[in-house]
């Protein structure tokens, strides 16, 4: 699809994935329209942009979201970035804080497609993208309840492609490894392990445009050895399940856990 021209929303353009997903769609020549919780963080990247338009809203909140919806009905492009950390033991959330994870990493992102399809589908022409994660392919521990929701956009982005097809219309999903200049390990200064290189946000806003323009399914936007463990999670399970359990690895994530509790 070509994106310039195109009106595109980027959710969760606040922080720093979103704001390299909505830089890289402005540098293509989009009309942008940034939305997040933080308005201080969204007017001033709207001024980076040239005036790109703002909209406040907290995807936890339906109401909010419903409004959201109503001022996009035009919009080509739809990029759901925004997600809540939600690393873990599933034994230590709350019923409530599943739910609030499964509703802004997975629920959200599937209602706002279904209330923005028709129009599209009447002008026959759009683009929907899934921000998901490398733990949408290969299950790690203490990531029981996120991998439920980027493992459940994985599924819901591909099926919902095949119902797409011939339309004018299309989804793809991105599936980064951890953002090393982004996200909690940028926000809470959780240092990557030992041999861990990760990648920048600029990388990945590079696979979101190329998952449009190319109208690919999915893009992963990692390092070989974190694509190869991404094809091997499918082929060799317990393979994976034995990285994941390394104690290095779990420590690593613990640190995650600990610094980002209070944002579920």
Not at 110 to 132: K, N, W
């Amino acid at each position: 699809m070509e994106i310039d021209g195109a009106e595109a929303v980027v959710t969760g353009a606040s922080g720093g994935l979103g704001g390299a997903i909505a830089r890289a769609m402005h540098a293509r020549g989009a009309r942008v329209i940034l939305t997040a919780r933080r308005e201080e963080s969204l007017r001033k990247l709207s001024t980076e942009l040239n005036g790109a338009d703002v909209i406040v809203c907290d995807l936890a909140d339906r109401k909010q979201v419903s409004g959201l919806v109503t001022r996009l009905v035009q919009t080509d492009i739809v990029v759901f970035n925004a997600a809540l950390p939600a690393a873990g033991r599933l034994d230590d959330f709350t019923p409530e804080q599943v739910d609030r994870a499964l509703d802004v990493n997975l629920r959200v992102p599937m209602l706002m497609t279904q209330q923005l399809l028709p129009a599209m589908l009447e002008r026959r022409h759009g683009h929907f993208v899934y921000i998901s994660s490398m733990a949408g392919k290969v299950p790690s521990v203490r990531q029981s309840v996120y991998s439920a929701a980027k493992f459940g956009l994985r599924g819901f982005c591909g099926a919902l492609r095949g119902d797409l097809h011939g339309s004018g219309v299309s989804a793809s999903a991105v599936f980064p490894e951890a953002i090393n200049d982004a996200g909690m390990l940028a926000d809470f200064g959780i240092p990557l392990p030992p041999g861990m290189k990760g990648v920048s946000s600029v990388a990945v806003a590079r696979a979101v445009i190329a998952a449009i323009e190319k109208d690919r399914g999915e893009v992963d936007a990692a390092r070989f050895p974190v694509r190869l463990a991404g094809k091997l999670g499918g082929l060799a399970p317990g393979l994976t399940d034995r990285m994941t359990r390394r104690p290095a690895h779990i420590a690593w994530i613990e640190t995650g856990v600990e610094r980002s509790r209070h944002l579920r």
